[in-house]
């Protein structure tokens, strides 16, 4: 990776140009709690050039902010320099000249370190094209809204009746992600009380990756308008449906849409083999998606969450839904969707480990098992032996303990970034251990 500092000054002077009054910088650390300092506009351009210093330390901090170590972070020395990526930055509120941009984790000879995550994606979008691939991404997030006095909708599920509780709500959350340029595609009530969800039109994973983070920030800020409390939590109550951070991806080579299929039900060579090595590969890497002390209270049958380590055409229940598009739209609607993914994931994190699992699936060939058309909880629960069935793993333990001994994991996000994940997630989970689930939930409602 290459990076030039002149170019991004060059970039502050244009914020500056168009009012920018201050930056919100943002890092999402291992904990997927995502980081913050306001740069005011005077700094900005020497923090363009330069970065802002931050601790090595940071990078094994849970998300209560306790520290772990790993053989590679341990230790009050050391320090990283965070780079906001100008070319990245939007405005989140014109009025008050507010803007905001990622950052990239450099060492002090503005390096990136070994744990920096959006670093991770960028290098994995380039192998992809090194593959001859070119790749767009979508997370659509779910999220549930409260007030004073509970849910901010009690429903029907997906209703007009709980659109016009939240009306004005919708209109500003649409309003304002637009206004940033996150280019909103669908805003809704979803199923849960006070649940709603929210769609941004496919970018590449970097750029997919930084509206994840954005668009989080943009929801946030309408509803603390409106009086209320928006969290993206996996779970926000006992018995819950749960809030899904669903990620879209397809791929495209000099010819197609690899993923767009003839006849509606298979996709081609190569989406075939990307599909394989998602359903293969995915219960070593489920705790990359789903690694909070929560996240198996939602991850689980019947919540078309995707329990099982299968793949089906526009089946909810498994964790790679195949979507063909309509027939007259397939080369530009087909994409895959891969359903066991949260908010409490770090977005960059995630998006490099399913790229990973596609692009081994693409590098050897892999031939996917058959489409799963029925519940693939229920064959389960019948006792009937199903090789294109498998279940993920049931709780976070075992999730990190599959991603630690991932050979595959460890080979394309590299071992301290591997290392300093599983040891943030155990550290978050062990913290709340001594809690009971609906102390948990509440815990994490309101750190997400």
Same mark, same amino acid.
């Given at each position: ?10 970039? %502050? ?50 998300? !209560? ?19 906001? /990526? ?19 984790? *450099? ?20 192998? #992809? ?8 991404? !979508? ?18 599920? *997906? ?38 969800? *929210? ?16 668009? $989080?920030?943009?929801?946030? $800020? ?8 928006? !969290? *993206? ?19 495209? /080579? ?29 219960? %070593? ?56 993914? /949260? ?8 998006? +490099? ?10 590098? $050897? ?14 064959? #389960?629960?019948?006792?009937? %032996? ?23 994991? $460890? ?5 301290? #970034? ?11 989970? #062990?913290?709340? +251990? ?15």
């Amino acid at each position: 990776m290459t990076w030039s500092s002149d170019a991004n000054t060059g970039l %502050a002077d244009e914020l500056i140009a168009q009012g920018a009054k201050a930056l919100i910088a943002t890092v999402v650390d291992n904990s997927g709690a995502i980081r913050a300092k306001l740069v005011p506009a005077e700094r900005i351009a020497s923090v363009a050039s330069t970065g802002f210093g931050l601790s090595s330390l940071f990078a094994v901090m849970g998300v !209560s902010g306790r520290m772990t170590s790993t053989k590679d972070f341990g230790g009050p020395s050391g320090d990283m320099r965070l780079i906001p /990526d100008l070319s990245a930055a939007a405005c989140i509120d014109a009025g008050k000249g507010l803007w905001w941009a990622p950052v990239y984790q *450099f060492t002090q000879e503005q390096e990136p370190v070994a744990t920096c995550q959006r670093a991770i994606l960028r290098r994995h979008e380039e192998l #992809a094209r090194d593959r001859g691939l070119e790749l767009k991404m !979508s997370f659509e997030l779910e999220f549930t809204a409260s007030g004073p006095d509970g849910p901010a909708h009690g429903g029907p599920p *997906f209703s007009v009746n709980a659109l016009l509780e939240l009306e004005d709500f919708m209109l500003d959350l649409s309003a304002a992600l637009t206004a940033c340029g996150a280019e909103p595609e669908l805003v809704h009530p979803e199923y849960g009380d006070g649940q709603v969800e *929210f769609s941004v039109r496919p970018t590449t994973p970097l750029k997919s990756a930084d509206r994840q983070v954005l668009t $989080r920030i943009v929801a946030q $800020r309408v509803g603390r308008r409106h009086g209320l409390h928006v !969290s *993206f939590s996996p779970v926000t109550s006992t018995g819950g449906i749960g809030n899904g951070c669903h990620i879209h991806f397809s791929a495209r /080579d000099s010819e197609r849409n690899v993923f767009a299929s003839d006849d509606g039900i298979t996709p081609p060579e190569a989406g075939a083999a990307m599909v394989a090595g998602l359903v293969e590969n995915l219960p %070593a890497a489920t705790g990359l998606f789903a690694p909070s002390a929560i996240s198996y209270e939602r991850l689980a049958p019947g919540h078309w969450s995707g329990a099982y380590a299968a793949w089906g055409v526009e089946n909810r229940e498994c964790a790679v839904r195949y979507i063909p598009g309509t027939r007259s739209a397939r080369d530009a609607a087909a994409n895959v969707e891969l359903k066991i993914a /949260d908010a409490t994931c770090n977005p960059y994190l995630a998006a +490099a480990a399913l790229l990973a699992l596609a692009l081994d699936g693409l590098d $050897r060939k892999a031939v996917p098992p058959p489409p799963i058309s029925a519940d693939p909880g229920e064959a #389960a629960d019948q006792g009937l %032996a199903d090789p294109g069935v498998r279940s993920l793993p049931g709780d976070l333990d075992t999730a990190l303990r599959q991603v630690e001994e991932s050979a595959l994991l $460890r080979t394309w996000l590299g071992d301290a #970034a591997v290392d300093a994940f599983v040891a943030v997630r155990r550290t978050d989970a #062990a913290e709340l +251990a001594p809690l009971g689930v609906e102390q948990r939930i509440a815990v994490l409602r309101s750190q997400f």
